[in-house]
């Protein structure tokens, strides 16, 4: 059982920027695609950029391009979330999946999920 923990949520201002992390205290993600997508209530969750275990960024979406920023660091078992310029429409709350090999971006019930960490971005 994969178990994700993420942190680093919280508020911002527009043009802002928040690092997420995401990490398992129990094992070892290091065989494991990781990514993270995004949910706001009454809406489909938006996939937003994945990882593959040795650090090549295997998916990422127009929404976020050259904003955000995915990366890993097998050593602290953790992937980053590295999110600038930030805009209210980015305001959700941010799931960090993963799944043995690579992600699925087109059938998320394949990955785990962590918990999720909200994110706000108001003026």
């Known amino acids: 059982q994969v178990d994700l923990v993420e942190s680093g949520g919280g508020s911002v201002q527009p043009g802002g920027s928040l690092r997420l992390s995401c990490t398992d205290p129990e094992r070892t993600l290091h065989s494991y695609g990781m990514g993270w997508l995004r949910q706001v209530p009454g809406n489909q969750p938006e996939p937003l950029m994945g990882?593959?275990?040795?650090?090549?960024?295997?998916y990422y979406a127009d929404s976020v391009k050259g904003r955000f920023t995915l990366s890993r660091d097998n050593t602290k078992n953790t992937a980053y979330l590295q999110m600038n310029s930030l805009k209210p429409e980015d305001t959700a709350t941010y799931y960090c999946?993963?799944?043995?090999?690579?992600?699925?971006?087109?059938?998320?019930?394949?990955?785990?999920w962590g918990q999720g960490t909200p994110v706000t971005v108001s003026s």
């Open positions: 990882i593959s275990s040795s650090g090549a960024v295997t």
């Open positions: 999946i993963a799944r043995f090999g690579t992600i699925s971006t087109t059938h998320l019930s394949l990955n785990y």
